[in-house]
């Protein structure tokens, strides 16, 4: 399976900022996918990153909150904007497995995002 | 109706027992079917992939049932350490997560 580092690994921030989350993969990936899950809840995807064009963002989810970056095969990043305490939140990367989609995903460790 | 839907429990269930959790899915397009297990404070690591011939590895049964739209995660002879959220996730054109099952086995 791909190896995956996110930092940062938690972080409390004030309301109104934005938090930049990093995630490299240790191989080229064509998609990484960013998901979020609320406490108590289970994952919901938030956008789907591909190298080289826009992010495509899932239903609730808008660039301008939360914009993606993805420079390279390796790497993508997401920025959750103008944050509220209602963003405080665990937020994951994954990749599809390397033997592909039938394989399952890989997740980063996350990073716990507390809003005061 | 939502994608992917699972009791959300807890099932508490002494060491030794049988467990099974089911998980219904809507979109009957849906491709691959896998089981998670997310421990607190940590991220989701896939337990097995659900075929339709069913699959089993040790302890662990997982099966689809394509027609009824839903799958099945068999846990025999509960440890301890089974306690944990699994999650079943079904992928179309993404991977989408059920809300999980919370299982704490007891001594």
């Known amino acids: 399976s791909a190896v995956i580092s996110q930092k940062p690994s938690r972080d409390i921030c004030q309301r109104g900022t934005s938090l930049t989350i990093q995630c490299q993969v240790d191989?080229?990936?064509?998609?990484m996918f960013w998901y979020r899950q609320q406490p108590g809840q289970s994952l919901t995807l938030i956008a789907t990153a591909n190298q080289g064009s826009e992010a495509t963002y899932e239903s609730g989810f808008v660039i301008d909150k939360f914009p993606i970056s993805r420079p390279n095969l390796t790497f993508s990043t997401l920025t959750v904007s103008n944050m509220s305490p209602e963003d405080s939140s665990i937020y994951l990367c994954?990749?599809?497995?390397?033997?592909?989609?039938?394989?399952?995903?890989?997740f980063g460790s996350g990073t716990r995002l507390t809003v005061v | 109706r939502k994608e992917v839907e699972q009791d959300p429990g807890p099932f508490n269930v002494p060491e030794g027992a049988t467990v099974a959790f089911n998980c219904t899915y809507s979109?009957?397009?849906?491709?691959?079917f896998f089981w998670y297990r997310q421990d607190c404070r940590k991220e989701p690591k896939l337990l097995m992939s659900?075929?339709?011939s069913g699959n089993e590895d040790g302890r662990f049964t997982a099966q689809l049932n394509r027609a009824s739209q839903y799958i099945s995660l068999l846990i025999r002879d509960s440890k301890l350490s089974d306690s944990a959220t699994y999650l079943c996730a079904v992928h179309t054109d993404k991977l989408i997560f059920g809300t999980g099952t919370r299982l704490q086995v007891f001594p």
């Open positions: 191989s080229q990936v064509t998609m």
């Open positions: 659900v075929y339709s």
């Open positions: 979109n009957s397009a849906s491709q691959s």
């Open positions: 994954s990749v599809e497995d390397q033997g592909g989609r039938a394989y399952g995903y890989t």
